[in-house]
Nanobody, 123 residues
Framework: QVQLVESGGGLVQAGGSLRLSCAAS????????MGWFRQAPGKEREFVAA????????YYADSVKGRCTISRDNAKKTVYLQMNSLKPEDSAVYYC????????????????WGQGTQVTVSS
């Protein structure tokens, strides 16, 4: 069983930056593919980025490619999402997730989920 706790969300102006963190406990963090997803009010949860267990493989949604960077520190059992050039449409609750499969953008591939952290981007 893996517990995930996100932090780092908040209110930022358009064009600003935030770094989200997701701390894991339990399980073997270094063996999991980690992903970030987001969900805006009235919308389905959507994929943002994912990273392989080693950190050597990453995958980004087209909507954030070039503006976001996912990284991980297996010694600290933490995955990060650096978000730059934020836009109002990036506003959502951001969730991190852990899975045992490949680096893929589907929610079904991730077994463990955090509670989410709110990101609000003002125009």
């Amino acid at each position: 069983q893996v517990q995930l706790v996100e932090s780092g969300g908040g209110l930022v102006q358009a064009g600003g930056s935030l770094r989200l963190s997701c701390a894991a406990s339990g399980g073997t963090f270094s063996s999991y593919t980690m992903g970030w997803f987001r969900q805006a009010p009235g919308k389905e949860r959507e994929f943002v980025a994912a990273i392989s267990w080693s950190g050597g493989g990453t995958y980004y949604a087209d909507s954030v490619k070039g503006r976001c960077t996912i990284s991980r520190d297996n010694a600290k059992k933490t995955v990060y999402l650096q978000m730059n050039s934020l836009k109002p449409e990036d506003s959502a609750v951001y969730y991190c997730a852990a899975g045992s499969g490949p680096v893929v953008p589907t929610t079904e591939s991730y077994k463990y989920w955090g509670q989410g952290t709110q990101v609000t981007v003002s125009s």
